[in-house]
């Protein structure tokens, strides 16, 4: 990623003392500027703002879920940034950052727990593609016209597979039995379209971190 804060205050890496109140206050409101930047147009501190926060998410998601696998870890951390991506325009200045990212994050990583539970209960053992992609907020209420279009531009550009898996279980919320059903895919299909679908949505929509 191209910039880089040049402040203090980023996270220690895992193994190290937590912040001091203060750090976690200085931080705060370092990300509290990122983001205010971002919601302005300016993509290097949008940039410096996902740079920053995706290892605290990391960390967040690993606490909670202590024997995720790494590469699922790694999938709710992007499920939660394409989040950010489409709830950025929410976020109040006025308001601690950390707070709303986190809440945010809890909301991504209890979907993740929720389909985690889901496969183990409904699914054959083995079938272990990638199902940590609970991630589009399309419920959110965007301040932004824009973002919308700029979502809705994203999705129309997926491959067929892709684009149907998308609207099947994200937008219309079917659970992946539900969504095989009523598409003909697999659900393994399903899997493999919706992770790969994520991905492109990741990249059209700039979510890097």
């Known amino acids: 990623m191209g910039w880089i804060p040049a402040s203090p205050a980023r996270p220690p890496p895992d193994g190290?003392?937590?912040q001091s109140?203060?750090?976690?206050?200085?931080?705060?409101?370092?990300?509290?500027?990122l983001m205010q930047a971002a919601q302005?147009?300016?993509?290097?501190?949008?940039?410096?703002?996902?740079?920053?926060i995706a290892p605290l998410l990391r960390?967040?998601?690993?606490?909670?879920?202590?024997?995720?696998h790494p590469s699922d870890v790694e999938d709710?951390?992007?499920?939660?940034?394409?989040?950010?991506?489409?709830?950025?325009?929410?976020?109040?200045?006025?308001?601690?950052?950390?707070?709303w990212l986190m809440a945010i994050a809890r909301n991504r990583t209890a979907d993740a727990a929720r389909r985690h539970i889901r496969k183990a209960r409904h699914e054959e053992a083995g079938e272990?593609?990638?199902?940590?992609?609970?991630?589009?907020?399309?419920?959110t209420v965007l301040d932004s016209a824009e973002d919308t279009e700029a979502l809705r531009r994203a999705i129309a550009k997926l491959p067929a597979?892709?684009?149907r898996a998308i609207e099947l279980t994200k937008l219309q919320e079917l659970t992946l039995s539900e969504a095989s059903a009523v598409s003909?895919?697999?659900?393994?299909?399903?899997?493999?379209?919706?992770?790969?679908g994520l991905g492109a949505l990741r990249k059209a929509l700039g979510t890097k971190a």
């Open 59 to 68: 960390r967040a998601v690993r606490r909670t879920h202590g024997r995720m």
């Open 161 to 163: 597979q892709q684009r």
């Open 40 to 52: 302005g147009g300016d993509t290097a501190s949008y940039d410096g703002l996902l740079h920053v």
């Open 76 to 99: 709710v951390v992007q499920d939660i940034l394409v989040s950010v991506h489409v709830a950025r325009a929410t976020y109040d200045p006025a308001r601690p950052f950390v707070p």
């Open 21 to 33: 109140m203060n750090d976690a206050t200085e931080q705060d409101h370092l990300l509290g500027r």
């Open 184 to 196: 003909g895919m697999s659900i393994a299909a399903l899997k493999v379209a919706v992770h790969r």
């Open 16 to 18: 190290e003392p937590a």
């Open 128 to 139: 272990n593609l990638p199902e940590t992609f609970d991630a589009l907020e399309t419920n």
